[in-house]
């Protein structure tokens, strides 16, 4: 099963302990490679990702979106690796919802800067 990292040599002093996201980049950003072979994977992540944002932040009265908080991002994906222990969850070698799930939280990531530099 994916774990995060606790390696100290990739944190930056200023991200959380605690945080999944370097974990989850390092983990996934290899699927995203394969976006240029199945155009219907990029559709698949893409919704994970409109699910993501519209779940993780609220739109004021102008129906802006916010930018995505990391912090908001990290808790979302350490209660679904949690819930993803429970049920004794493994990676696949193909995609599954977790997979696309937590593919789509390595593009956010990644598409918003959220790790430190």
């Not at 995060?4 to 974990?23: H, Y």
């Not at 739109?59 to 916010?66: A, C, K, S």
């Amino acid at each position: 099963m994916f774990a995060p990292s606790d390696k100290p040599s990739g944190r930056s002093p200023d991200e959380p302990a605690g945080c999944p996201l370097p974990g989850i980049v390092a983990a996934f950003t290899p699927r995203l490679a394969e976006f240029a072979f199945e155009p219907g994977l990029v559709a698949k992540i893409d919704q994970h990702a409109a699910e993501l944002r519209e779940l993780l932040y609220a739109q004021g009265p102008e129906l802006l979106p916010r930018r995505l908080d990391r912090a908001e991002l990290s808790d979302y994906a350490l209660g679904f690796l949690d819930e993803l222990a429970e049920i004794g969850w493994r990676e696949p070698v193909g995609y599954d919802f977790a997979v696309g799930r937590l593919t789509a939280i390595c593009w956010l990531v990644r598409e918003q800067g959220l790790l430190a530099a």
